[in-house]
């Protein structure tokens, strides 16, 4: 079982539509959570960084952490076109760690 | 302008080759990644520096070998290339005083015929 479990889509939306990507993990010992976002031919961007359970909310973008579930989201609120992408999720157990455990991406198309 | 940047960022090479990617940043970090991304497979880490004299093996070295020639450079050579090293390769940095975020460049396709 890998430690980061992401389902890799492809995810089509209407342009307005509100999204909802998804990972979850094995590891209870994680606990700082990013969210990705890459565009093609393009290295993954930092879109989201959060600590621990709760919410956080940048613009359109909500990223949402139950680590009593193992369980992150990412929702975004009235996707665009320019929005679509692939997302990736990661994860560490702390700041300071070796290395990111990465989900294996979510390809995201908004249709306008 | 780009804090990482890759060279080259296409290259197409034969089996048995000798091969290096180049890493550049200026970001000021310290810490320094090289991973590849397989459809299907995500990002696997080949190798990482925390700095100059630390080089560490990742999940899937066999077949690299990596140099961190100062703070700002770290090179990936693929000693004989194979056709299953065909694949995007990406480096990143941190700071290790960092909250662990990583930034990456913007990657180099590799191809082995």
């Known amino acids: 079982q890998k430690e980061v479990e992401q389902d890799p889509g492809p995810l089509s939306v209407p342009e307005g539509a509100i999204v909802s990507l998804n990972c979850t993990y094995s590891n209870s010992a994680f606990q700082y959570f990013m969210w990705y976002r890459q565009y093609s031919r393009k290295g993954p961007e930092l879109l989201m960084y959060?600590?621990?359970?709760g919410n956080k909310e940048d613009g359109r973008f909500t990223a949402q952490v139950d680590k009593s579930s193992k369980y992150i989201s990412l929702f975004i609120r009235d996707s665009q076109p320019s929005d679509s992408a692939t997302y990736l999720c990661?994860?560490?157990?702390?700041?300071?760690?070796?290395?990111?455990?990465f989900g294996t991406g979510t390809r995201l198309t908004v249709i306008p | 302008d780009a804090d990482v940047t890759q060279t080259p960022r296409n290259r197409i090479t034969k089996t048995g080759k000798r091969i290096m990617l180049e890493c550049s940043q200026t970001k000021g970090h310290d810490r320094m990644y090289w991973y590849r991304q397989d459809p299907g497979l995500g990002l696997r880490l080949i190798y990482y520096s925390f700095d100059v004299k630390d080089i560490n093996k990742g999940e899937i070295s066999d077949g690299y070998s990596v140099s961190r020639q100062a703070q700002a450079k770290f090179s990936l050579s693929l000693e004989s290339a194979i056709p299953n090293q065909t694949a995007l390769y990406f480096c990143a940095t941190s700071l290790t005083s960092g909250r662990g975020e990583q930034y990456f460049g913007p990657g180099t396709r590799l191809t082995v015929t």
């Open positions: 990661a994860m560490s157990e702390r700041a300071g760690a070796n290395n990111l455990f």
């Open positions: 959060t600590y621990s359970s």
